[in-house]
């Protein structure tokens, strides 16, 4: 079965930029989203086909896809960005696939 | 706006079914994929399986034995039947909208989702 691989954490300073990375075989050679989780809340899609943002997502957020690897990138993160964030892709054997998470810490 | 509003019982013992439902509210029902996800308790997102308007269904392996998802087209909804629980099905369901597609690779995400039911297995 097909399966991704985030960073369990990531700490970044407000006001700096932010990566996730989202690892799975091939990757580069299908479409990866990201969504957004806070506590209590459902998950929101915050990128899709791998650079697409969203109505009413903010430029911050970009995201890119290559080779094995997807990054989420968040420039200039703000408080609010605190969060946990979760690649997914779909493919043909396993269907949609999700990847473990990376909770997201603005220090 | 679509809005996807779900319900069902959420407390059951094991070796019972667990059912959900969920609405699709100001929105086409036809040219997407109903999905099933779950999160248990401080843990990450499990795909259930999907459903779409024909009543196409496709279910994650891990789970497809014990899985039924079904369409109900007169009235926008989807459901979710997953038997013989134990308390390792105890989590958070949600239901979510799923936009697929094909340009250069095959796509899909989902772009709206429900508010989630907590379904907790406990003898």
């Known amino acids: 079965s097909y399966e991704l691989t985030q960073p369990p954490s990531v700490s970044v300073s407000p006001g700096q930029t932010a990566s996730i990375t989202c690892s799975g075989d091939k990757l580069g050679n299908k479409y990866a989203c990201w969504y957004q989780q806070k506590p209590g809340q459902s998950p929101v899609l915050v990128i899709y086909q791998d650079t697409k943002r969203p109505s009413g997502i903010p430029e911050r957020f970009s995201g890119s896809n290559s080779g094995n690897t997807a990054t989420l990138t968040i420039s200039g993160t703000q408080a609010m960005d605190e969060a946990d964030y979760y690649c997914q892709a779909w493919d043909s054997s396993t269907g949609v696939v999700f990847g473990g998470g990376t909770k997201l810490t603005v220090l | 706006q679509v809005q996807l509003q779900q319900w069902g019982a959420g407390l059951l013992k094991p070796s019972e079914t667990l059912s959900l439902t969920c609405a699709v509210y100001?929105?086409?029902?036809?040219?997407?994929?109903w999905s099933w996800i779950r999160q248990p308790p401080g843990k990450g997102l499990e795909w259930i399986g999907e459903?779409?308007?024909?009543?196409?269904?496709n279910y994650n392996p891990s789970l497809k034995s014990r899985v039924t998802i079904s369409v109900d087209t007169s009235n926008n909804h989807f459901s979710l039947k997953l038997s013989s629980v134990s308390a390792a099905d105890t989590a958070v369901y949600y239901c979510?909208?799923?936009?697929?597609?094909?340009?250069?690779?095959?796509?899909?995400?989902?772009?709206?989702w429900g508010k989630g039911t907590t379904v907790t297995v406990s003898s």
């Open positions: 459903i779409n308007q024909s009543g196409s269904t």
């Open positions: 979510a909208r799923g936009v697929v597609g094909a340009t250069s690779f095959h796509y899909y995400y989902m772009d709206v």
């Open positions: 100001g929105g086409s029902f036809s040219g997407y994929y």
